[in-house]
């Protein structure tokens, strides 16, 4: 997940932002003079470059502080840090709106193709609350800011007194076996999400509003138009890429399916049904890697190294670790991260105050201000995520001499994908040029090492799909408040097949349990950057001349893939991202062939694994 300028504000799209207090308060006397009102008769195209360039200005200068105040609020998190940041953030939304409204006038003029691209992506930016009624933007911004705070404040207390955060729950979730422990928290942390109930409902009401002042049917649909296509163009695309990788995620399941009840026994798993939702290493059921070793490959030689043990061998810390990551894009011929990334950014968990742990990355300033928050632990997990995290730094900071309004990924999916690509470099042979394993593993163990691979990659397709599915059911009226949470668990049974562990109604509200609901950051961008980092890896391998199997690949130290990398991520939002899309990889269209190439090795012996046993629920 990333924040910097528009990337955010296209998060703040329908993210309806964040504010508190009661009418929206006047500007700062440092803000931008009010803007002029534009001359009476016909627009011109030299009026609207002018209008442009005010708004960016002024959008940008909002930016900052709204980034300034939401990281501390993350970062911090009390009453007063929330009511400054939901104050700064609703300025911002507030004044979006106004441009994004005041950029109609500029419709029918004709423009230059890259001033045009501006208008639309301006009048894409933002679902604000609705001009002239600030007590409903008040309303809306502090609800949804409230909302983000209690998920980053949620914590299960166990009877005997012990309290999880949601690292606790991660930990236990994705190391214990015993399935009445893994019970137990699945259910207490899924409690986080009831209180969120009726304000997630109102707040979906006042999000709708600002989409409908926008000329959009709901914000859902605002999202999709986001994709340079119809929104209901961008659905049909993600059914497609997902019925491309619908029979390697199915034959996935049944073999998972299959050890879970040599594990734990029919009466807990149904070898024909769905998988319970607590028994797959986490606690949302979207990646399944830390139940590897009770999945792992029968008489085979194994993977031959686990990354966690050789982290925790090395005695690496959280500043070590993030330094590997920095190392893998130095690798390619880029710059090193400035000095005041490792001054400011939030690489460990505090012990003296609650924080939003969730991974993001940071560009506070859209120039050298770059930052991560995560709370690192010595896991193999966290040292993908890292990678996945300075992907959005590297990405950020290679765009940043680009117009404001360009300085942002392709698309959203873009941004997510780049540091996944790098990640899958992570390979044996990079291990071992990097110092952390002596020897690589033969080829006997690329079955294990697909699997693991696949634990995590395949096995969170269906989830990155219905994630949004949801919501747009939700802002469309599809799905009422009286559904919310019935809804939200068809859709994991159709697309998952995975169940609930116990009885759900709709007293509970267990999507609220997932960050991104709370926090209403769109989740589509996650299912199409799991195509497109096979995209991007199979180009940067073939420039980095690797002629191999694809999975063994590694990109590490190619300055060739390099300078490839970099001339996609300068462009930024600057031409279509088909366009950009081509320039990197040959295709003018996501497609999951490279992931199914990545995979043919696992999805045959799969097969074999399956035969004879059920596939499907």
Same mark, same amino acid.
């Given at each position: 997940?990333?924040?910097?300028?528009?990337?955010?504000?296209?998060?703040?799209?329908?993210?309806?932002?964040?504010?508190?207090?009661?009418?929206?308060?006047?500007?700062?006397?440092?803000?931008?003079?009010?803007?002029?009102?534009?001359?009476?008769?016909?627009?011109?195209?030299?009026?609207?470059?002018?209008?442009?360039?005010?708004?960016?200005?002024?959008?940008?200068?909002?930016?900052?502080?709204?980034?300034?105040?939401?990281?501390?609020?993350?970062?911090?998190?009390?009453?007063?840090?929330?009511?400054?940041?939901?104050?700064?953030?609703?300025? =911002?939304?507030?004044?979006?709106?106004?441009?994004?409204?005041?950029?109609?006038?500029?419709?029918?003029?004709?423009?230059?193709?890259?001033?045009?691209?501006?208008?639309?992506?301006?009048?894409?930016?933002?679902?604000?609350?609705?001009?002239?009624?600030?007590e409903e933007a008040s309303e809306l911004t502090r609800t949804q800011v409230s909302m983000e705070a209690d998920y980053g404040r949620g914590e299960y207390c166990r009877p005997g007194g012990e309290c999880l955060d949601i690292g606790g729950i991660t930990r236990i979730m994705a190391s214990s076996r015993d399935a009445a422990q893994l019970l137990d928290v699945w259910q207490g942390w899924h409690r986080v999400g009831a209180p969120m109930r009726d304000r997630y409902a109102r707040f979906v009401e006042l999000s709708n509003k600002g989409a409908r002042e926008l000329g959009h049917p709901n914000t859902g649909a605002m999202w999709r138009s986001q994709y340079e296509m119809h929104p209901d163009s961008l659905a049909a695309e993600t059914?497609?890429?997902?019925?491309?990788?619908?029979?390697?995620?199915?034959?996935?399941?049944?073999?998972?399916?299959?050890?879970?009840?040599?594990?734990?026994?029919?009466?807990?798993?149904?070898?024909?049904?769905?998988?319970?939702?607590? =028994?797959?290493?986490?606690?949302?059921?979207?990646?399944?890697?830390?139940?590897?070793?009770?999945?792992?490959?029968?008489?085979?030689?194994?993977?031959?190294?686990?990354?966690?043990?050789?982290?925790?061998?090395?005695?690496?810390?959280?500043?070590?670790?993030?330094?590997?990551?920095?190392?893998?894009?130095?690798?390619?011929?880029?710059?090193?991260?400035?000095?005041?990334?490792?001054?400011?950014?939030?690489?460990?968990?505090?012990?003296?105050?609650?924080?939003?742990?969730?991974?993001?990355?940071?560009?506070?300033?859209?120039?050298?201000?770059?930052?991560?928050?995560?709370?690192?632990?010595?896991?193999?997990?966290?040292?993908?995520?890292?990678?996945?995290?300075?992907?959005?730094?590297?990405?950020?900071?290679?765009?940043?001499?680009?117009?404001?309004?360009?300085?942002?990924?392709?698309?959203?999916?873009?941004?997510?994908?780049?540091?996944?690509?790098?990640?899958?470099?992570?390979?044996?042979?990079?291990?071992?040029?990097?110092?952390?394993?002596?020897?690589?593993?033969?080829?006997?163990?690329?079955?294990?090492?697909?699997?693991?691979?696949?634990?995590?990659?395949?096995?969170?397709?269906?989830?990155?799909?219905?994630?949004?599915?949801?919501?747009?059911?939700?802002?469309?009226?599809?799905?009422?408040?009286?559904?919310?949470?019935?809804?939200?668990?068809?859709?994991?049974?159709?697309?998952?097949?995975?169940?609930?562990?116990?009885?759900?109604?709709?007293?509970?509200?267990?999507?609220?349990?997932?960050?991104?609901?709370?926090?209403?950051?769109?989740?589509?961008?996650?299912?199409?950057?799991?195509?497109?980092?096979?995209?991007?890896?199979?180009?940067?391998?073939?420039?980095?001349?690797?002629?191999?199997? =694809?999975?063994?690949?590694?990109?590490?130290?190619?300055?060739?893939?390099?300078?490839?990398?970099?001339?996609?991520?300068?462009?930024?939002?600057?031409?279509?991202?088909?366009?950009?899309?081509?320039?990197?990889?040959?295709?003018?269209?996501?497609?999951?062939?490279?992931?199914?190439?990545?995979?043919?090795?696992?999805?045959?012996?799969?097969?074999?694994?399956?035969?004879?046993?059920?596939?499907?629920?």
């Amino acid at each position: 997940m990333h924040r910097n300028l528009f990337a955010r504000l296209g998060v703040l799209a329908a993210l309806g932002v964040a504010a508190c207090g009661g009418p929206a308060s006047p500007p700062p006397p440092d803000l931008p003079a009010p803007r002029q009102q534009p001359a009476a008769g016909p627009a011109t195209a030299q009026e609207a470059a002018a209008f442009i360039q005010e708004a960016e200005r002024e959008l940008a200068q909002l930016q900052v502080r709204s980034n300034q105040a939401s990281w501390v609020a993350a970062t911090y998190i009390t009453t007063d840090t929330e009511s400054m940041s939901a104050e700064a953030a609703k300025n =911002l939304a507030v004044a979006v709106q106004q441009r994004a409204l005041a950029a109609r006038r500029y419709d029918d003029v004709q423009l230059d193709p890259q001033l045009r691209r501006k208008f639309n992506i301006l009048k894409l930016a933002l679902t604000a609350p609705p001009p002239g009624n600030p007590e409903e933007a008040s309303e809306l911004t502090r609800t949804q800011v409230s909302m983000e705070a209690d998920y980053g404040r949620g914590e299960y207390c166990r009877p005997g007194g012990e309290c999880l955060d949601i690292g606790g729950i991660t930990r236990i979730m994705a190391s214990s076996r015993d399935a009445a422990q893994l019970l137990d928290v699945w259910q207490g942390w899924h409690r986080v999400g009831a209180p969120m109930r009726d304000r997630y409902a109102r707040f979906v009401e006042l999000s709708n509003k600002g989409a409908r002042e926008l000329g959009h049917p709901n914000t859902g649909a605002m999202w999709r138009s986001q994709y340079e296509m119809h929104p209901d163009s961008l659905a049909a695309e993600t059914e497609r890429l997902w019925l491309q990788l619908q029979p390697l995620y199915e034959s996935l399941h049944a073999y998972v399916r299959a050890r879970l009840v040599q594990q734990y026994g029919p009466s807990v798993v149904p070898p024909n049904g769905m998988i319970p939702a607590h =028994l797959l290493g986490n606690v949302w059921a979207q990646e399944w890697g830390n139940i590897y070793p009770v999945v792992a490959p029968q008489n085979s030689p194994g993977t031959g190294f686990d990354l966690t043990q050789l982290i925790r061998a090395k005695n690496l810390d959280a500043v070590a670790m993030t330094r590997f990551g920095e190392r893998f894009f130095t690798s390619l011929g880029m710059d090193s991260l400035p000095a005041t990334f490792w001054q400011r950014s939030m690489l460990v968990q505090p012990a003296d105050r609650d924080v939003v742990c969730h991974a993001s990355a940071w560009d506070i300033d859209d120039q050298e201000d770059l930052r991560i928050k995560m709370c690192i632990e010595p896991t193999a997990e966290d040292f993908v995520t890292i990678h996945h995290e300075l992907g959005h730094s590297f990405y950020q900071r290679a765009y940043r001499n680009q117009p404001p309004l360009f300085r942002n990924g392709a698309h959203d999916g873009f941004h997510e994908a780049i540091g996944d690509a790098v990640a899958l470099s992570i390979t044996p042979e990079y291990l071992v040029q990097v110092g952390l394993l002596d020897r690589a593993p033969t080829t006997a163990a690329d079955t294990a090492l697909l699997l693991r691979q696949a634990l995590d990659k395949v096995a969170f397709l269906p989830w990155g799909l219905l994630v949004d599915k949801w919501r747009w059911g939700v802002f469309s009226g599809q799905i009422t408040p009286a559904n919310y949470n019935a809804a939200w668990w068809e859709l994991r049974n159709r697309y998952q097949g995975v169940a609930a562990p116990v009885a759900r109604s709709e007293a509970d509200f267990d999507p609220g349990a997932k960050y991104h609901i709370p926090g209403n950051t769109p989740y589509m961008r996650y299912f199409l950057a799991r195509i497109l980092q096979f995209q991007f890896y199979r180009s940067l391998c073939r420039e980095a001349g690797y002629t191999g199997p =694809l999975h063994r690949c590694s990109f590490y130290g190619s300055e060739a893939a390099g300078a490839k990398l970099e001339r996609m991520l300068e462009a930024g939002s600057s031409q279509p991202w088909e366009q950009t899309l081509y320039e990197m990889t040959g295709e003018r269209r996501m497609d999951a062939g490279a992931m199914l190439e990545y995979f043919a090795p696992l999805k045959a012996w799969l097969d074999r694994q399956n035969q004879g046993k059920p596939v499907g629920w």
